[in-house]
């Protein structure tokens, strides 16, 4: 099945301890990239990567890292999480462009 | 950069009646606007999206209308059904320069039986 996973679903942290949130995608998708979701601001794009080793900075990319070692994951890195990351974020894939994206269910992250 | 303003915030419609979603864009550079549909607990999925050589779009009971002069497009759900209710997003897709996909900030949308 095609598919876009996303671990962990659920997390619950404490302000400056580093964690990792994993993507993998099973389509040989180009593109990935990592949003997150507030209320009333929609979604808005963290950073995405256009191939292996091709990152690019999105709307809101202060406080996160991403790399692109393989084509099928994308992993955020929140080096040391603040409260004000506390949110709802999505791994998304497409092809050659970023048109036809497809999310993973998300991870809900609140960090206290 | 681009901006994406959707209206309205939420939406109620009794059940078989029609919901319009509207979005404007900023940027005459995109070419390109989906719309997603968000269920309870899922991520976002592709619905209908509609390129700017094209006005009008269709499949079954949705469609999506663009005036590429006005810069608008809107969402168009006829013969709404409970299963219809859900967050709508609309997005613009930019190819000028890097490729920039900017979505809206989201409908609430509930059908009342």
């Known amino acids: 099945e095609a598919q876009v996973t996303q671990n962990p679903r659920y997390l619950i942290t404490v302000t400056g301890k580093k964690l990792t949130v994993t993507c993998s995608q099973n389509?040989?998708?180009?593109?990935m990239s990592w949003y997150r979701q507030d209320p009333g601001l929609g979604l808005r794009q963290i950073y995405y990567?256009?191939?292996?080793?091709?990152?690019d900075k999105g709307d809101v990319p202060e406080g996160y890292k991403v790399s692109r070692k393989e084509k099928r994951n994308f992993p955020l890195i929140l080096e040391s999480p603040s409260p004000n990351q506390t949110s709802l974020y999505f791994c998304?894939?497409?092809?050659?462009?970023?048109?036809?994206?497809?999310f993973g269910p998300g991870t809900r992250l609140l960090v206290l | 950069g681009e901006n994406v303003e959707q209206h309205p915030s939420t939406l109620s419609v009794q059940e078989g009646d029609s919901a319009v979603i509207k979005c404007t864009y900023s940027?005459?550079?995109?070419?390109?606007f989906p719309w997603y549909k968000q269920e309870l607990g899922k991520g976002p999925q592709l619905i209908i999206d509609?390129?700017?050589?094209?006005g009008e779009k269709k499949d079954q009971r949705i469609a999506v209308t663009l005036n590429k002069t006005a810069k608008h497009f809107s969402l168009h759900i006829t013969e709404t059904q409970p299963e219809d209710s859900a967050v709508y997003f609309c997005?613009?897709?930019?190819?000028?320069?890097?490729?920039?996909?900017?979505f809206g900030t989201g409908t609430r949308l509930t059908i009342i039986p």
């Open positions: 389509m040989n998708h180009e593109y």
């Open positions: 998304a894939s497409s092809g050659a462009t970023q048109e036809t994206q497809y």
């Open positions: 509609i390129r700017s050589n094209v």
């Open positions: 940027d005459s550079a995109s070419n390109y």
């Open positions: 990567s256009m191939n292996v080793e091709v990152t």
């Open positions: 997005a613009a897709l930019s190819n000028f320069g890097n490729e920039k996909l900017t």
